[in-house]
């Protein structure tokens, strides 16, 4: 046998082979390896998707807006964040065996559905369970388990797939500022010396009892109300009525060419919260963000 015949035996033995295994990964229709499974759960493009389903939470988009359970605006900077979270997502390892089959029957009975949609084409589909602190994914037509994980992320995308619907919500109780706001009044139980009564004229924002403003630290408040925001809305009737028998730290009403809005304020050991006024629900603040909007009279006085 000459040395050309070998070599292009050589050569069709190689393409034979490379043929052989491609027909062993795509012939069938279970993934052959963890990163063919990827595919399954990780969304490749965004354009175009206009319905989220994640379990009892049905989002969809709207003249340019994502409505959430079609009651309430959705919160899209927290969308923006699923959306970067499921463009990261990959498969850890698929769980086979019993083991596999254990957290199969557990995804199909304790599983929430994740559903995303361009139009009437179904974009992604599949359950997702927690355990552990560890999430676990089957796809609509897999019958192999996933472990899935961020890579860069210590988070556990069971708990950003599973948040209930008051996270979801559109958390800005007032998006305007400067010339938006038409008057500002924040009332302190414990010290009505310096509550807040800020007005707008023709030409300018007073605050009342103040005679030498400083209009720059006026005009940075005013401007923060561009995102007056709540942590989040909180299902606790019975917390919200145990709070309204007590005596706020303080109130606060905002008047703007779009409406008014307002939120009584309860710090305590257990943390801040707020009732929003006049819809009455109950809300998370967070400290150290929101501590910006309890000024007091005396941080205008120049």
């Known amino acids: 046998m000459t ?136 796809a609509k037509n897999s019958k192999a388990p996933a472990a899935l994980y961020i890579p860069g992320y210590s988070l556990n995308i069971y708990e950003a797939l599973t948040l209930p619907e008051g996270e979801w919500r559109n958390k800005n109780l007032v998006s305007t500022g400067w010339l938006g706001i038409r008057s500002l009044r924040i009332r302190y139980s414990e010290t009505p010396d310096q509550n807040i009564d800020i007005r707008r004229d023709n030409e300018f924002y007073k605050v009342a009892g ?39 730290f303080c109130e606060m009403e905002i008047e703007t060419l779009n409406g008014n809005s307002g939120i009584n304020v309860y710090a305590g050991r257990s943390g801040m919260y707020g009732i929003t006024q006049p819809a009455n629900e109950l809300v998370q603040l967070e400290p150290r963000y929101f501590a910006r909007f309890l000024v007091r009279r005396k941080d205008f006085e120049r």
Do not use: C
């Open 3 to 138: 040395a050309k015949l070998k070599i292009l035996l050589a050569i069709i033995v190689l393409e034979l082979a490379a043929l052989g295994f491609w027909f062993y990964q795509h012939g069938t229709g279970t993934p052959a390896n963890a990163s063919v499974g990827e595919n399954y759960f990780t969304l490749t493009d965004t354009a175009g998707i206009d319905r989220i389903v994640l379990g009892k939470n049905t989002f969809k988009l709207s003249n340019g807006e994502w409505q959430l359970n079609e009651r309430y605006q959705a919160d899209k900077p927290l969308l923006r964040e699923l959306f970067m979270l499921l463009r990261k997502v990959e498969v850890q390892q698929l769980i086979t065996g019993a083991e596999g089959e254990s957290l199969r029957k557990d995804l199909e009975n304790q599983g929430q559905t994740v559903e995303l949609w361009r139009g009437n084409q179904q974009v992604l589909s599949f359950k997702v369970f927690g355990f552990k602190g560890n999430a676990y994914a089957i």
């Open 210 to 248: 103040v005679q030498q403003l400083d209009s720059a630290m006026l005009y940075r408040y005013i401007e923060s109300y561009r995102g007056f925001r709540v942590y989040s809305f909180v299902d606790n009737p019975s917390l919200r009525d145990s709070l309204r028998r007590l005596i706020p």
